[in-house]
């Protein structure tokens, strides 16, 4: 049973290795660390456990930063044939796809903005304005390293600032990213999402 638990705790910590997101990652190691640092007490292996300690310390400290309210984000809009724009979009095309599997790339839209975080692309938003203040979304999209942080939040926040009072997504979106609509407080109407700014 003992050898058990170190057998989920080592399963815990490599899976962690696996995820793209760095939350999910610190998440899921921080548990795992914890279960190996039981484990080690269990088998009196003290360097193991407080190592394992140690990262969960180091992991914990690292969660709380990333949740920080008041990270350094600054958004830039940008033309749909901007290199910078062109080359994030190419860089991060496989993600891309797994998130908006319709997306084939800028295309008609004529409205971009690029949201940085200490001077790191963590945010792409693509879309096409169809009305008074509403934007058509094409793209909403976080890098994986920002990903589960607070990017929409301040994203969503800024954009009345733009004249973007209403997002509406109307295009083929993953499971993820329509748990991730939700969760924003998109609202589904007519087959589409809807998200008012104001």
């Not at 997101?21 to 998440?27: C, G, T």
């Not at 724009?85 to 891309?96: A, F, P, S």
């Not at 304005?129 to 994986?144: I, R």
């Not at 924003?184 to 700014?197: D, S, T």
Request: hydrophobic content about 40%.
């Amino acid at each position: 049973m003992v050898e058990m638990i170190g057998y989920l705790g080592s399963i815990l910590v490599v899976v962690s290795m696996l995820m793209s997101s760095v939350v999910k990652l610190r998440v899921i190691n921080t548990i795992g660390s914890g279960i190996f640092a039981a484990y080690a007490l269990m088998i009196h292996s003290y360097p193991t456990a407080l190592m394992n300690a140690c990262l969960v310390g180091i992991n914990l400290y690292n969660l709380a930063r990333l949740n920080q309210k008041d990270r350094a984000y600054d958004l830039t809009e940008a033309a749909t044939g901007d290199g910078l724009l062109g080359y994030l979009l190419d860089h991060y095309r496989e993600d891309i796809r797994t998130y908006f599997p319709g997306f084939a790339g800028a295309g008609a839209e004529d409205r971009a903005y690029v949201v940085f975080c200490g001077g790191d692309p963590a945010g792409l938003l693509l879309g096409t304005a169809v009305g008074q203040g509403t934007l058509k979304v094409t793209l909403d999209y976080s890098t994986p390293t920002y990903r589960d942080c607070s990017i929409g939040t301040y994203l969503y926040a800024k954009l009345p600032s733009k004249g973007v009072h209403t997002l509406l997504f109307a295009g083929e979106e993953s499971k993820a990213h329509a748990a991730y609509l939700s969760k924003m407080g998109f609202v589904k109407e007519n087959g589409a999402y809807v998200k008012r700014l104001d």
